[in-house]
Structures are given as structure tokens and as C-alpha cells.
């Protein structure tokens, strides 16, 4: 709806250009016709002229109320209403003079507006269409009364400006046309720059309430921690609920751990933030450990490719979002996760599986934005704070069905950067 509502704004908005220049043009015309008669006391057509000129009038009146209307303006209509000021200006040329008019040039006007606006194959159609009224009219047209231009080099100068003109059309027709393109490529970029940083504000709004909460968060957690351990004790003639307690008391332990990372500090260099180790013992080790925190999961794990044995920094965050994403996974299929890794010389490719209900196409494209989440009481932060930390990486994540049923999340990153070296 959105975009709808640009695109209508937009077409109505170069329109209401165009019929600002037409009101323009009744004016000039009007007064070259009055001094051309009256001052000069040239013979021409008038009554011919002055009923094109009537006839533009009436097409600024019906293009003012075509505005009025809450109909989209289309690229077609738009262009339609370009031919038809060629075509006024081609009438008024030929009832003054043709090829010899100094207003000749004019024709490039509507050929500019069309390259600059209108899509390429526009454009073309109309350098191609301005080309072919100028031909026409070298061989048909009303003569000024000008005797001089019966001369053989006032004739080689009206054939130069006829090929001047095509000259002019074709390199606005391709070079205003990539001026045009590298404008609105600029202005995407732009747009793309704004919309990541307003997701990196977010990030670091979450990155300072995350501190808080971890600060905030210890003591109760030691607290409990004491009490799970005491209560083990107290109760370890009791096999069943002493197994239960303990395994209260490994959560508690790994939520402390994970903690006291989050309250380290900032702003370190990423080579001082984890260790080095292959990227395939690294992935196993996530795994292991992610795996451990979820008893009674079935986690199938395949690993291949050439790039396996290369030597990675063991980034933090990179295991924070890689541990997000497991634990969507197993949200979603609590016993059974499918994990395939491919790496490559160049890149890492994770997919990670489940047996749920899949992902409708709506679901997959907005994945990874704040706040959003398939799940009733979800909060929508995991997988947009892995897709952030991914994409920092010069990765991707996309989620999307299978085919044998489940979801899969396909995880992508450049080895470049967390390389540093090649194990040969």
C-alpha cells in the first residue's frame, strides 16, 4: 500500500511539471505569433497556428482534471502525454518554417523528460520518434518567408542541424539516462545505510538493556544457585529428585557463565575475544555444549568441504547467535535437530533443520526483524540479534521450508573474515 501510494505521488508529480512547461509554452507561443505578424509582418499560417494552440489549451485543461482523479498514473500515460506535446510541436513547426525554425531544438525537451522519469525502453521510443518528426519534417513543411534560405549553404546548414539533433538524441537518450540510473542507485544506498543504522541503534539500545538485566540478574542467581546446592544435599537419598536438582543446578551454573560475558567489556579487538581453533572443531564444540544444555534432543550433525581444517577465531558473539538459532530449531522439534556444514575455501554454509510445522512465506521474510516472532510467547530478539551479528560478519540468514517437512535455517559467512590461517 505504501508503495502504491509513492508511485501515484511520484507520476502526478512529474505531470504536474509538464503541465507547468505547457502552460509556459501558450505563452511563448502566443507572443512569437504576435511579434512574427504584427512587429516583423510575416505571412504565415496564423489561423493554422492559433488552432494548435487552441487544441494545447484544451489538453491542458483535460490533463488538469485528469490530476483531480485518484487513479495511479502510469508509466504508459505518462509518456502518452509526452507524444502528444511532440506532436503540438511538430504542428507548430511545420506551419513555420520546419527544419529552418530556430525553435527546432525544442523536440529534445520531451526526449530529455522521458530519459530522466520514464524507464529505459521509453526513452529509446522516444529519441527513436523525435528523430523520424524531424526527418519529416526537412521534406514536409510550411516555408517562413525568408528568401535567403534558398542558398545551397543555408540548406548544408539546415541538413547539419538535422544530424546535430541526432547526434543530441541519442546521447541524451543514453548518457542522462545513466546519470539518472546512478541517482537513484545512490538514493537506495542511502536508504540501505539509514535502515542499518537504525537497526545498529537498536542493537545497542538491547546491548544496554541487556547490561542492566545481567547486572541486575546476579544476585538472584547466586541466591538460587546456594539453595539448588543445598537442597541436592539434603536430598540425595532421594535419587530422582536429587538428578532433577542437579540438573537445576548445571542451568544455573551455565546462566551465571553466560552472564558474566555479557557484563565483560566493550569494544575489545575480535581477535581478543575468542580463541583460535578450526572451524570444524569450533562448530562441534558449539554444538557439544548447546547439546548438553538440552537433554533429551537428538542433535544429527554432518561437517564437509575443503575449507573444514582452516584455523577461525572462536568470536563470542558468533556463538551467541549460532546458539540462537539451535535453540529456535529445537523450540520448534524438541527431539530432533539436523545441523549440515559446508565449507568451502571462501565461505561457511550451515543449515539448520527441524521437524516442525515449517515457515510460510510471510513468516520467512520478515525473520530477523526486531520484535518478531512465530512463537506465542516469544520475544522476537533471538533471531534478529543473530542475523545482526551475522550480517556484521558479512554473512546472511534466511529461513525457509522443506520439502520432507520441518524449517531450515540456512546460515552463511565469508571465512575471510575470521580466518587466520589455512591448516594445509
Known amino acids: 500500500m505504501h508503495s502504491t501510494n509513492h508511485d501515484m505521488s511520484h507520476g502526478a508529480l512529474n505531470l504536474q ?35 494548435v ?25 505518462f509518456f502518452t502525454q509526452l507524444l502528444a506535446d511532440v506532436a503540438i510541436l511538430v504542428a507548430l513547426l511545420y506551419f513555420s518554417g520546419g527544419p529552418t525554425n530556430p525553435f527546432i531544438a525544442l523536440l529534445l525537451l520531451p526526449l530529455v523528460i522521458a530519459v ?37 549553404e543555408m540548406k548544408l546548414h539546415i541538413w547539419g542541424m538535422w544530424f546535430e539533433f ?12 545513466r546519470m539518472s540510473d546512478s541517482l537513484q542507485e545512490r538514493d537506495q544506498a542511502i536508504a540501505h545505510a539509514r535502515e542499518e543504522k537504525l537497526m545498529m541503534d537498536r542493537v545497542v539500545d538491547l546491548g544496554a538493556l541487556a547490561a542492566g538485566v545481567a547486572h541486575e540478574l546476579g544476585t538472584p542467581l547466586a541466591t538460587m544457585t546456594i539453595i539448588t546446592k543445598d537442597l541436592q544435599q539434603d536430598y540425595k537419598e532421594t535419587p530422582n529428585l536429587s538428578e532433577s536438582l542437579g540438573i537445576l543446578y548445571e542451568q544455573l551454573q551455565r546462566c551465571k557463565r553466560i552472564l558474566s560475558t555479557m557484563s565483560a567489556s566493550a569494544g575489545q579487538l575480535q581477535a581478543s575475544s575468542g580463541c583460535q581453533l578450526r572451524i570444524e572443531e569450533y562448530l562441534h564444540n ?26 577461525i577465531v572462536a568470536e563470542h558473539t558468533l556463538t551467541q547467535a549460532l546458539t540462537n538459532i539451535f535453540n529456535n530449531a529445537a523450540d520448534e522439534s524438541p ?26 512465506p510471510e513468516i520467512a521474510r520478515d525473520a530477523g526483524q526486531p520484535f518478531f516472532s512465530k512463537k506465542e510467547d516469544g520475544l522476537g530478539l533471538g533471531l534478529f540479534l543473530a542475523t545482526t551479528i551475522i550480517n556484521r560478519l558479512g554473512g546472511s ?7 520432507e517437512g520441518g524449517s531450515c535455517t540456512r546460515v552463511v559467512f565469508p571465512l575471510t573474515s575470521l580466518l587466520i590461517s589455512t591448516n594445509n
Open 53 to 77: 494552440v487552441a487544441v494545447e489549451i484544451l489538453l491542458i485543461i483535460a490533463t488538469t482534471v485528469r490530476l483531480t482523479a485518484s487513479r495511479p498514473i502510469s508509466n504508459r500515460e
Open 286 to 311: 558449539i554444538i557439544t555444549e548447546w547439546g548438553d544444555g538440552r537433554p533429551g534432543i537428538h542433535v544429527e550433525f554432518h561437517s564437509d568441504g575443503s575449507g573444514s581444517a582452516a584455523k
Open 335 to 360: 527431539d530432533y535437530v539436523e545441523i549440515d556444514v559446508h565449507c568451502s575455501d571462501h565461505d561457511v554454509v550451515i543449515d539448520v533443520c527441524d521437524l516442525g510445522r515449517g515457515v510460510t
Open 116 to 152: 530522466a522519469t520514464l524507464p529505459k525502453i521509453y526513452g529509446w521510443s522516444m529519441a527513436a520518434i523525435t528523430v523520424m518528426c524531424y526527418s519529416g519534417l526537412m521534406a514536409f513543411y510550411v516555408p517562413l518567408p525568408l528568401h535567403a534560405l534558398a542558398t545551397y
Open 397 to 403: 540468514v534466511a529461513l525457509f521450508s522443506r520439502r
Open 166 to 177: 541526432i547526434i543530441i538524441a541519442g546521447a541524451i537518450s543514453y548518457f542522462v539516462k
Open 17 to 51: 511539471r509538464v503541465l507547468l512547461l505547457r502552460g509556459m509554452a501558450v505563452i511563448g507561443q502566443g507572443m512569437t505569433i504576435a511579434v512574427v505578424t504584427i512587429i516583423l509582418g510575416w505571412h504565415i499560417p496564423i489561423w493554422h497556428l492559433a488552432a
